[in-house]
């Protein structure tokens, strides 16, 4: 299983940026996905997730209405869409896939990426 998330860069504050995530090796359409992030300095935490049919959507309060998850089962991708970003969201985020729920615990999730980083300038 491999998942690859690509798309991060240098935005600044207000501004926007799509990141991409491509699966192989599994089902995809079996699994629920999900984008956590990790800040320098600190812990890993839930951003968002979806489910399998893309009908069940969960975020964290500190991104609703400004970030969107969507995902395509036939290309196998999963996109995290982010907008109005702010330098908090600098990080650099995982996607990973879960086959029990579109979960925002991380220790759920069977399978995850390497990571792209989001650097957010003030």
């Known amino acids: 299983v491999q998942l690859q998330a690509f798309g991060g860069g240098l935005v600044q504050a207000g501004g926007f940026l799509r990141l991409s995530c491509a699966a192989s090796?599994?089902?995809?359409?079996?699994?629920?996905m999900g984008w956590f992030r990790r800040a320098p300095g600190k812990e890993r935490e839930f951003v968002t997730a979806?489910?399998?049919?893309?009908?069940?959507?969960n975020y964290a309060d500190s991104v609703k209405g400004r970030f969107t998850i969507s995902r395509d089962n036939a290309k196998k991708m999963v996109y995290l869409q982010m907008n109005n970003l702010k330098p908090e969201d600098t990080a650099v985020y995982y996607c990973?896939?879960?086959?029990?729920?579109?979960?925002?615990?991380?220790?759920?999730?069977?399978?995850w990426g390497q990571g792209t980083l989001v650097t957010v300038s003030s």
């Open positions: 090796g599994l089902t995809f359409s079996r699994y629920h």
């Open positions: 979806i489910s399998t049919g893309a009908g069940i959507t």
């Open positions: 990973a896939a879960n086959i029990a729920a579109p979960s925002n615990y991380a220790a759920r999730y069977d399978h």
